[in-house]
């Protein structure tokens, strides 16, 4: 079984034992603690590492909960995840919980990335055109990067919509090389 099953499974667990008050709340602690446990290689070290007893990792990972304000329902969750030896795949269970909760509310992510910064009223712009073709609401991260040259690449789901410069030029050089 592949991370991204497993992942799936246990973020669906968790939202159904959840009720839809406490969703947002769970999936904003559950990022923060995915965050922790990506840039913490302290962290990484304790939750790995066999030197420390199941009930010193569950002490670590309660505290970690209890500072990004995860309800008690989190903090169980994830000592079966230390029990069962998946607290390592804790990133991929808040992704696919976000893309849970986004199923349940209607929403869709996108990601923007543009060659040059976009001012305040370009992203909302782009935002209410994106919820008007899309016909729901739309959570857009926005990011930036020089190397596209010009124009933006948009990512919904897994489609990709790329109007960039450098994806142009990719699309001209695979064709040159075929013919």
């Known amino acids: 079984m592949t991370k991204t099953t497993v992942a799936r499974r246990y973020a669906k ?52 909960s209890e500072r990004t304000g ?27 919980f976000r893309d849970l909760m986004d199923k349940e509310l209607g929403k869709q992510q996108v990601s923007i990335t543009s060659a040059k910064s976009m001012d305040a009223g370009e992203k909302e712009e782009l935002q209410g ?16 990067d020089p190397s596209l040259l010009s124009g933006i690449q948009i990512r919904i789901g897994s489609k990709v919509y790329d109007s960039t410069v450098k994806g142009r030029l990719q699309k001209m050089r695979t064709q040159l090389v075929k013919g």
């Open 13 to 64: 667990a968790l939202f159904q034992l959840l009720d839809k008050e406490g969703l947002e709340t769970a999936q904003a602690g559950l990022q923060a603690l995915a965050n922790a446990l990506q840039d913490s290689t302290e962290l990484k070290h304790v939750l790995a590492s066999p030197v420390f007893t199941i009930e010193e990792k569950s002490s670590v990972l309660t505290a970690c």
């Open 129 to 144: 055109q994106l919820q008007g073709l899309l016909n729901r609401p739309v959570d857009v991260s926005f990011f930036e």
């Open 70 to 96: 995860c309800p008690p329902t989190l903090g169980r969750f994830c000592e079966q995840l230390l029990k069962k030896n998946r607290v390592g795949i804790l990133p991929e269970i808040a992704t696919a």
